[in-house]
């Protein structure tokens, strides 16, 4: 084989797979479409560390979170990473959402986040003085992450560790041979290069569905769906007022989790993101500035200060759903296919929030799905 394991896509989950698998493994190949990494969905979202409160019970996306939130923060620490263990406040605007705070705060502890504090007006109003709720919960643990950082540190221990990056090269082709696969590559030349590979280790993303169909995988159930959210920023001085992540309480089956508050470590304020699932799978990162009255409307419920003219559109990005408009919310699909006759191919399929936060632990699982397969 002219490489052990191949890793598609350098969004940040395949770097941290690419990370953890060069740590253990020789001939590892990251190869990348775009000519350089995290041109998608990994530069185009919240950027939020979640504490893991919302996913369902036992589910990977609720286990991978809370292993992920703890190993990212380690990482930080240990690389230098910018952060800010911000916390978030969930804010029930209205007598009806009271209730659902609760049923939040048990599904959290369920999945293992037993920090979460219920606050009563006169302890929000201390901590954030300018927001209106009737009641909070507090996550403690939820804070923020420079993603570019941490996807150029997840890049450079893969080289360093003797991984190989190869950027501005697109897999259009798959095929099963003995013993593992042969991958044809569209390189920046537009030239076609085939080599083989023991392994494969599906990170694409939005086309990750595509990549699985290229092997001769066809399943429904694993279909994607481009699912856009868009985002408008706060203008300053105004987005001086929040200091934290401020959420209302979510959508019933998580299609998203509500216009929110998110802050970045630049100090940049922005509301969102909204759902909207696309008709069909296109790259629309279009901004729509008619939406500026939802959003605004949105906001202004926990946002008292805010006047339509304080807010502009900001950016977009796509989420990879596999959960169809009005499904109950979908777990990761992260599986070796040998039941499917393709041994040591690993698909990662849906892998939507919390994604970035879960990346470390991500990658750890896929690492023990390859320590099994060779
Ligand atoms: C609006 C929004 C907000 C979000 N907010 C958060 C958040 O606050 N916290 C959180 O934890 N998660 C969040 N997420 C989820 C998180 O962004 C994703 O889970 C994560 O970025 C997915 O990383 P990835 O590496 O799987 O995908 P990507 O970043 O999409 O990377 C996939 C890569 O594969 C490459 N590729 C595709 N096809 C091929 C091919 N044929 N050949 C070669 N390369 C290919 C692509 O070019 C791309 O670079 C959010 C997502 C969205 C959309």
Sequence with gaps: MDSEITIIGAGVIGLAIAEKLSEEHNNVFLVEKHLSFGQETSSRNSEVIHAGIYYTKDSLKAKLCLEGKRLLYDYCKKYIIPYNNCGKLIVATAEEEIDVIEGIRQTAKYNGVDD?????????????????????????????????????????????????????????????????????????????????TGIVINSAGLTADKISEMVGIEDDNLKILFCKGEYFRINPPKNRLVGRLIYPVPHPNMEGIGIHVTIDMGGGVKLGPDVKYLESNVYDYKLTASKQEEF??????????????????????????????????????????????????????????PGLTA???????VNNMVYFSI
């Design 116 to 196: 979460l504090v219920v606050l009563e007006r006169d302890q929000i109003a201390e901590m954030e003085p300018n927001i209106f709720a009737e009641r909070a919960l507090f996550s403690p643990s939820t804070g923020i992450v420079d993603t570019h950082s941490l996807m150029k540190q997840y890049e450079t221990n893969t080289i360093n560790n003797g991984g190989q990056i190869v950027y501005g090269s697109e897999v259009t082709g798959i095929k099963r041979i003995k013993e593992g696969y042969e991958i044809t590559l569209l390189d920046a030349d537009q030239k076609y290069y085939t080599y083989t």
């Design 296 to 353: 605004f409307r949105s906001a202004k419920k926990f946002l008292p200060f805010l006047e339509f003219d304080d807010i502009a559109p900001e950016m977009a990005g796509i989420r990879p759903k596999i959960q169809k408009p009005g499904e109950p919310q979908r777990d990761f699909y992260i599986e070796e296919e040998s039941k499917r006759g393709y041994p040591g191919f690993i698909n990662l399929i849906g892998m939507e929030s």
């Design 359 to 365: 990346s470390i632990s991500i990658a750890k699982y």
